[in-house]
């Protein structure tokens, strides 16, 4: 079972804003060759980094809404929400050491 968890509208409130751990929100879309490149490091963080911070997809076609509400002009767009409120955004495809660079900071309750 992948550790990323495809959110939508509805469920984000739930998903990401009440979320106890930092969570990486990747906003992506099926056309997209970069995102598609990006799954096996996100995929790769999400087990290392289990249960100190969540992974989080937004197919930004079924949810321009959610989209919309954080700026996504760019796909893949990465935004690490933590306590309600954007901390990191990158936009890009992203490597396993991008990624970890990033979330290390995040992790195990650190900031």
Same mark, same amino acid.
């Given at each position: 079972m *992948?550790?990323?968890?495809? %959110? %939508? ?8 804003? /009440?979320s /106890?751990?930092?969570?990486?929100v990747?906003f992506?879309?099926a056309?997209c060759g $970069?995102?598609?490149? *990006?799954v096996?490091?996100?995929e790769?963080? @999400?087990?290392e980094?289990?249960g100190?911070?969540a ?9 321009p809404?959610? @989209?919309?509400?954080y700026?996504?002009q760019s796909? $893949? %767009?990465?935004?690490l929400?933590k306590?309600?409120? $954007? ?7 992203? *490597?396993r050491?991008k990624l970890? /660079?990033?979330?290390e900071?995040?992790?195990?309750? /650190?900031q």
């Amino acid at each position: 079972m *992948s550790l990323l968890k495809v %959110t %939508t509208v509805d469920r984000f409130e739930d998903d990401v804003l /009440s979320s /106890s751990i930092p969570v990486l929100v990747d906003f992506h879309a099926a056309w997209c060759g $970069p995102c598609k490149a *990006s799954v096996p490091a996100l995929e790769d963080a @999400a087990r290392e980094f289990e249960g100190e911070i969540a992974f989080v997809k937004v197919d930004i076609d079924q949810e321009p809404k959610l @989209a919309e509400a954080y700026g996504v002009q760019s796909v $893949p %767009t990465f935004i690490l929400i933590k306590d309600r409120e $954007p901390v990191e955004r990158f936009i890009g495809q992203v *490597s396993r050491g991008k990624l970890a /660079s990033v979330l290390e900071p995040y992790a195990g309750g /650190s900031q």
